[in-house]
């Protein structure tokens, strides 16, 4: 049985400091009337992994639909069909040009503005917008969110943290203006909390958190009253949706801790021990987000720039950012390719939620351009040429995946994110050093 009435695409179960935000359902197409279905909207994520990668593990071989992944990519094999990955893009403003010193800041800097930081430890930051925002003031009114912005590690916007570069450089890699960096949020339960807040929210995860409630369990009347409307598949669909949400609820609830629980860690309160547990729930809170519309604009830094993490789990015990100064010295290249390949792995999870997410004749992944990379491509040498740079989904059509496209080297980097914008109907002419869309494309 198909769905017995159509309602509106922005429709919200609500409840006390709460409005819960739907993914699709045959419902809301206008198919029954004979119309055409509506399309689905394009969204965009931005992925960044500090200090470079080792690059012979991580460039693949070949050309256009014949090539290989490489070791490094390995984990993205299942979804070959979904990336395009491209050799040749450049993000010059990763570079000194004058300034000394600092390559570490200036690639988070750089990354999504292409413009250059000004060399400064105090207030008087500037750097340029960055893609997501640029796109966000086009199209981020038609979400509740315009963009969403999330990260594992702290950040502060003060003090010298990269040879003379305000820590705001290294914290951060979206700005909304040439002097204000959107803070990105860190907290499992606090992302997943603005997915779901109403004016009221405050008042919501109060009464959530005193009687250990679910959020589905204030949206339990209108959820009851929602189902009467609906058909057997949109039903079905629904309780897939309501199961998915209580899932990551639990486990974001198990995995928070307190600073009395783990006291050798520098974790705030609430954050997973683990970091493969912090990583994947920030991977379903974008997910999430992206299913129910909430918003269609989100970036996420693995690591803040320069982060010398270290990843006991996989067998490095060294801290990452020491690590990527090898001076090819091969037990500390090798433990960088495995840090570069268990983040892959991370992202490859992403692929796999994104994909398993039905959105009428394709996927959430199909209707998506995820982009995963950093402006640093060695991390040994600083360069910022010939960067790795992985683009994932098909934005609804418009990009032919499964292909590895080469440039010419000096090609922006913001080239592609002028075309991905363009792509997910954000017309941005212009973005730092870009030239126009990314030829052949």
């Given at each position: 049985m198909s769905s017995l009435t159509n309602i509106p695409r922005r429709t919200f179960l609500r409840g006390i400091g709460t409005a819960m935000a739907l993914p699709v359902l045959e419902a809301m197409t206008p198919t029954a009337r004979g119309a055409q279905a509506a399309k689905a909207p394009v969204r965009m994520a931005f992925v960044f992994f500090p200090n470079g990668a080792i690059v012979p593990t991580w460039k693949p071989e070949g050309k256009d639909a014949d090539w290989q992944l490489s070791s490094t990519l390995q984990p993205l094999a299942k979804h070959k069909q979904d990336i395009t990955v491209f050799t040749g893009l450049t993000q010059h403003h990763g570079r000194?040009?004058?300034?000394?010193?600092?390559?570490?800041?200036?690639?988070?800097?750089?990354?999504?503005?292409?413009?250059?930081?000004?060399?400064?430890?105090?207030?008087?930051?500037?750097?340029?917008?960055?893609?997501?925002?640029?796109?966000?003031?086009?199209?981020?009114?038609?979400?509740?969110?315009?963009?969403?912005?999330?990260?594992?590690?702290?950040?502060?916007?003060?003090?010298?943290?990269?040879?003379?570069?305000?820590?705001?450089?290294?914290?951060?890699?979206?700005?909304?203006?040439?002097?204000?960096?959107?803070?990105?949020?860190?907290?499992?339960?606090?992302?997943?909390?603005?997915?779901?807040?109403?004016?009221?929210?405050?008042?919501?995860?109060?009464e959530r958190d005193l009687y250990r409630k679910s959020i589905l369990d204030l949206v339990a009347e209108d959820a009851a009253l929602l189902r009467k409307k609906l058909g057997n598949k949109d039903q079905r669909k629904l309780d897939e949706y309501f199961n998915s949400v209580r899932e990551l609820e639990l486990r974001i609830e198990r995995s928070a801790t307190t600073r009395t629980e783990v006291p050798e860690y520098d974790v705030p309160e609430g954050i997973p021990r683990e970091i493969d547990a912090h990583i994947r729930l920030m991977y379903d809170v974008m997910t999430l987000a992206f299913q129910t519309d909430t918003t269609r604009i989100s970036t996420f830094m693995l690591a803040n720039a320069g982060s010398n993490r270290s990843y006991p789990t996989i067998g490095v015990n060294g801290g990452h950012h020491s690590l990527s100064h090898h001076r090819n010295d091969q037990k500390k290249m090798d433990d960088i390719s495995k840090i570069d390949k268990y983040l892959v792995t991370q992202f490859a999870y992403f692929l796999d939620k994104l994909k398993s997410v039905q959105e009428g004749e394709g996927t959430l992944l199909d209707n998506s351009l995820i982009l995963y990379g950093s402006a640093i491509a060695d991390g040994n040498r600083h360069s910022h040429h010939d960067l790795p740079i992985v683009l994932a989904g098909q934005g609804g059509g418009q990009l032919a995946s499964g292909q590895l496209r080469h440039y010419p080297n000096e090609t922006p980097l913001n080239n592609l994110f002028v075309s991905m914008c363009g792509m997910a109907g954000a017309n941005v002419k212009q973005l730092g050093d870009s030239t126009g869309p990314l030829a052949n494309l």
């Open positions: 000194a040009n004058g300034d000394g010193g600092g390559d570490h800041a200036r690639n988070a800097g750089s990354f999504l503005t292409g413009a250059q930081p000004r060399k400064t430890a105090g207030a008087d930051i500037k750097l340029g917008v960055s893609v997501d925002q640029a796109a966000a003031q086009m199209i981020g009114g038609q979400t509740r969110l315009p963009s969403l912005e999330l990260g594992v590690e702290r950040g502060r916007n003060s003090g010298n943290c990269d040879s003379g570069y305000s820590c705001a450089y290294s914290a951060n890699i979206s700005w909304k203006s040439e002097t204000t960096p959107m803070a990105k949020e860190i907290n499992p339960k606090l992302a997943f909390e603005r997915l779901f807040g109403s004016a009221d929210a405050a008042k919501g995860q109060a």
